[in-house]
């Protein structure tokens, strides 16, 4: 799976503020994510997020639009 710093993950699971997405701030061998609804950064292995991924907006195609 193809996951950039960036990029907008939308997971299986919602978090407990309401929001199912999440910013990816950092990736390697573990994953730091931002909450979108409420800002809370979480840091969870790869395996699990690329597990609990259910979408993925890329943050370039978003970039790209934005532009336009």
Excluded: T, Y
């Amino acid at each position: 799976m193809d996951i950039k710093v960036g990029d907008i993950l939308q997971l299986k699971k919602q978090h407990p503020c309401g929001s199912k997405e999440w910013e990816v701030l950092r990736v390697g061998a573990d994953f730091r994510l931002k909450c979108m609804g409420c800002g809370h950064q979480i840091m969870i292995p790869r395996r699990q997020a690329e597990k609990n991924v259910k979408n993925v907006k890329s943050a370039s195609n978003s970039a790209a639009s934005n532009s336009v």
